[in-house]
């Protein structure tokens, strides 16, 4: 192995935004980021709820059927015409 190529592997202090803390190693003495498991709303309590504030979900089924990604197969019978 070449000597004096390879970046120095040192101790690393990674810092969230939500203020948490904890050391791992990598190749920079600090990282800073933004989102962890400890603030993301997937992870919060470990519960992993799904939010949908618009409605998108709604529309999405309202617009084109609850069988939109059903095999071709064996779609169900169309609903009757909206008036």
Known sequence: ??????????????????????ETRSTVPEMKIEICSACH????????????TLGRVDRFTKKFGSDYFAKPGKKAAKPAARG
């Open 41 to 52: 709303p997937y992870f919060r309590g470990g519960t992993g709820k799904f939010i949908d």
């Open 1 to 22: 192995m070449k000597k004096e190529i390879h970046p120095k592997y040192v101790k690393c202090v990674v810092r969230c935004g939500c203020g948490e803390t904890w």
